[in-house]
């Protein structure tokens, strides 16, 4: 067994960092204070102290905002329900950008008061300016790591709390750490990555079978444990992700200790049923994955009831059920008139697929496309799922490019695109596009350039996919190349820096 050595030598490295402190590292992206506590409780329990990306001082800041912007939305979609939620939330976020200057429906306006609204604008303006004064995760994880070195101290335990795709990291506010900016600490502050026992990652879809490879073994081949999901994570307002992170913790602590008393790898059945005695591992909406010392355990069973082979075979089957959402040969078929559902479903078969090169039945030389399929189908639906919000961030980023645009779209009498505020469906902006694109090659072939270009991210709905492989997938490099940023889909607003 080619593990054998690598989990013994774990072990006897983990009897000996028993008895040095270490701190742990929670990387909270969207500033949970319970979360935090719970990872407060258990570095006590170890005599150890917790260090925090961004700082804990935003915290208070960022959960008033949240819980200024939670209320306000519960509120209108109460007080007019004839308002769809999309059109609430981007009701809602327009009021945090611009306060009472946002002119988007005189009687939302009237309903709340400039004074409301200018004070959630002044304070999602606040939070913003701490976090460009803080710079980015990415600058802040160096520091950090460079300052933990000057001290002599390791990280012991890793904690990442966020949003995810399995492999970028967002956060609800301009916060987001992407997979290449993983890659790149890793290379640069490789201390992060090599000292911890024990990485928690709190977002959807890492744990997945492709996703938990990269986590596994390119970022974390040393810890003992990493504990997280497989498709869906409880929010971080769910009691479930605080307990999970105490249960988790605490269990890994035992094992380990474990472990080393045995001086040989633990049997595969007790840490089986240890894991699953866990009452959030094994909980029918948010289950469980662990992976201790390379032994994978899943907190419900039969999560994947297919085999490698018809896993990708029910992939290429869904897609071409669903080809309508993204060619929109059908006027009809739109993600809004479905949910999300089917999409969201196709989704989760793309996250929870066996890597290709597992399937037996795909010819080798295929085995990197279907990858790649996997990689470009995911983006593309992601984005579909979250249209209006990408619609929405999109308008924001390029509003200036976009003002000036529809003026010289009105110059020439064609009339400007409609306003993507959050509430155009798909297929409407699909439409408005293609008629554009015609009667500017009859009116002005060089503003029709400029319409194209412009456009044509948000129209084909590229992603990050399309950065080249080994380059920098940073938001200017990913818009260089005509591409939406994965930060572009759930956060809160897109504050242009450029």
């Known amino acids: 067994m080619r593990l054998l050595p690598l989990i013994l030598a774990l072990f006897m490295l983990f009897s000996a960092a028993a008895h040095a402190k270490g701190v742990v590292l929670m990387l909270n992206m969207n500033y949970s ?14 005599g150890q102290r917790v260090e925090m990306v961004p700082p804990k001082e935003m915290i208070a800041d960022v959960e008033t905002l949240f819980a200024k912007r939670n209320a306000l939305q519960a509120e209108l979609i109460k007080g007019f329900p004839n308002e769809t939620k999309p059109r609430i939330n981007s009701a809602v976020s327009g009021i945090m950008r611009k306060g009472s200057a946002w002119d988007g429906s005189a009687e939302l306006v009237a309903s709340l008061g400039s004074e409301r609204m200018d004070e959630l604008a002044e304070l999602t303006h606040k939070v913003f300016a701490q976090e460009e004064q803080k710079g980015s995760l990415y600058d802040q994880l160096r520091r950090k790591a460079a300052e933990l070195k000057a001290k002599g101290d390791r990280v ?45 990652l709190l977002g959807c879809y890492n744990l997945t079978a492709p996703n938990h490879k990269v986590w596994r073994y390119d970022l974390f081949p040393g810890a003992s444990m990493l504990a997280g999901f497989g498709l869906r994570a409880p929010s971080r307002l769910d009691p479930t992700s605080s307990d999970f992170i105490r249960q988790t913790l605490s269990t890994g602590r035992k094992l380990d200790g474990e472990m080393a008393k045995a001086g040989r790898p633990l ?21 469980g994955v662990a992976d201790y010392c390379f032994q994978m355990v899943e907190g419900q069973p039969d999560t994947f009831t297919h085999d490698c082979d018809k896993q990708w075979e029910d992939l290429f089957l869904q897609k071409k059920k669903l080809e309508d959402y993204w060619s929109l040969r059908d006027p009809y078929r739109d993600p809004t008139t479905d949910g999300g559902g089917n999409l969201r479903a196709f989704y989760n078969a793309l996250q929870g697929a066996c890597p290709a090169e597992d399937a037996k039945s795909l010819p080798q030389e295929e085995k990197k496309l279907a990858e790649r399929f996997r990689v470009t189908m995911r983006e593309l639906v992601i984005r579909l799922i979250y ?82 492989q080994g380059e920098a997938m940073d938001v200017e490099s990913t818009l260089s190349r005509k591409a939406i940023p994965f930060h572009w889909i759930e956060g809160t607003t897109v504050v242009r820096k450029r």
């Open 267 to 287: 049997d595969p059945a007790y840490v089986d049923s240890v894991f699953k005695s866990l009452k959030t591992f094994t909980t029918k909406d948010h289950p």
């Open 387 to 468: 249209w209006w919000n990408v619609q929405h961030n999109f308008s924001t980023y390029y509003e200036r490019e976009i003002r000036d645009m529809n003026a010289s779209l009105n110059h020439e009498g064609i009339g400007e695109m409609p306003k993507l505020d959050g509430t155009m469906s798909r297929v409407e902006f699909v439409n408005a596009f293609n008629q554009g694109y015609d009667l500017l090659g009859k009116a002005n072939p060089g503003l029709q350039k400029e319409f194209y270009r412009l456009y044509a991210p948000l129209f084909f709905l590229k992603g990050e996919d399309t950065v080249a």
């Open 156 to 200: 012991d335990t890793f904690v990442i709390s966020s949003h995810s795709d399995g492999s970028n990291l967002t956060g609800e506010t301009n916060n987001r750490l992407s997979a290449d900016d993983l890659a790149r600490l890793k290379h640069e502050s490789p201390e992060l990555f090599d000292s911890p026992r024990h990485v928690l």
């Open 33 to 46: 204070s319970a979360e935090l506590k719970a990872v407060e409780e258990q570095a006590a329990a170890r």
